[in-house]
């Protein structure tokens, strides 16, 4: 039996194989797609930060951004011998990891957005998805079979800003209900 060797991807990061390999990531907001190619047994993956691209000056890593990752994982497949007609997606992430912002508003639920509607105009069929929510999500994908393993885990930062959050609420409502100071002009 052969090791399969193991990948671990990072934010703005893509990787494609033809080989037998576990890629696997970490993700909060961020988004992974993961493609499979099932007749010719080529897969890769990518770390989707943010959907579009912002300002060059800041951000250096054109995969970061969505259009980028996904083109490149596309044109990386196809470049193994894949066929663009047989890929099918996978898609992960785009938790909202901060009470305070509604989940649509949040960077993760614009990412699968992006996401969901890319692979839409790409005719790009998505066989399974796991995304949006509030927990953190390690994904474990195997180039040669397409499998994804996922461990879901509850993201530490959001319960204690969500406790933190409610007292604030809690304060803040106390305040309102408190008579006011009223001074009178003569």
Known sequence: MKIKKNVR?????VYADRE???IETVLGSCVAVCLF??????????HIFLPEKLDIKYFNDNTRYGINA???LINKIMNMGGKRKNIVAKVFGGSSLFPSIFEED?????NVKFVLKF???ERIKIITKDVKGYDT??????????DVFLRRFSSKNYSKIAVKEKQYLRKIKKEINKPGKITLFE
């Open 20 to 22: 037998a390999a576990i």
């Open 70 to 72: 996904m083109e490149i």
């Open 9 to 13: 991807l990072y934010i703005g990061d």
């Open 106 to 110: 949040g960077v993760g639920a614009k």
């Open 119 to 121: 692979l839409e105009q």
């Open 137 to 146: 999500r390690k994904i474990y994908f195997h180039t040669d079979t397409g």
């Open 37 to 46: 190619d099932p007749i010719y047994q080529v897969g890769g993956m990518n």
